[in-house]
């Protein structure tokens, strides 16, 4: 949904130890466990993020993430899975229709439309890539062999028959990653700089920063 003015998204800074209840910890399940652990691992980063705050968060056993992933690195692995399901899925379903469409300046319209949407409800794992992406390892070279580099695959080879077509002006494809999941983006995933720029220039509506940024991308990439 749309909201103006400053960012619903609490700090995590201090998380909170659950209530406490009698008896056995409280059982919660994996997607729950590991859409908390996203935020927390973007919020801190992966140094930062401790096991120990999760526990709190949740109120679950201090072995409740060993047993069911092992090691914190694993627990990073499946939470970065998860995190990436929404937008691979927007993605995936914006190459398709693209091959089945004669109208690439709507679909592409609709598609980064519903991307930018996506990342302003959920855009801790673009937040993640924007920390693990500054420095070469393996926690960036999983996320980009295991999701980006197939994504980015499938937009290239749609991107090129564009090109191709005269539909499109020559463009890096990732640029248009890049464009997407961080520049587009930061209005979602930089909260604290968002809101400095609603002191200064006001509130953003962001259903119209979704709509400008769409028009403003396609300008940039279709000849008309």
Not at 81 to 89: A, Y
Not at 139 to 162: C, E, W
């Amino acid at each position: 949904m749309g909201g103006k003015g400053m960012r619903g998204r609490g700090s995590l800074s201090r998380p909170e130890k659950a209530r406490a209840s009698v008896g056995r910890p409280p059982q919660v399940s994996d997607e729950e466990l590991l859409r908390a652990a996203l935020r927390l691992f973007a919020e801190f980063g992966y140094e930062g993020m401790s096991v120990r705050m999760l526990n709190l968060q949740l109120g679950i056993s201090h072995n409740t993430v060993n047993n069911r992933y092992g090691s914190k690195l694993n627990l990073w692995y499946a939470a970065v899975d998860l995190g990436f399901s929404s937008l691979r899925k927007v993605l995936v379903t914006l190459v398709m229709e693209l091959q089945g469409s004669t109208d690439h300046r709507e679909v592409t319209r609709r598609g980064i439309g519903t991307f930018l949407r996506a990342a302003q409800q959920q855009p801790d794992i673009l937040q993640i890539m924007n920390t693990e992406g500054a420095t070469a390892g393996p926690r960036i070279s999983y996320a980009f062999k295991t999701h980006l580099g197939p994504l980015t695959s499938m937009m290239n080879v749609a991107l090129q028959d564009s090109i191709a077509e005269g539909r499109v002006r020559k463009f890096p494809v990732r640029g248009m990653m890049y464009l997407l999941g961080h520049g587009s983006s930061a209005e979602f995933t930089l909260a604290g700089l968002a809101n400095e720029f609603d002191e200064l220039l006001g509130p953003m509506d962001q259903d119209e920063y979704i709509e400008q940024m769409t028009e403003f991308l396609l300008a940039g990439l279709f000849i008309d």
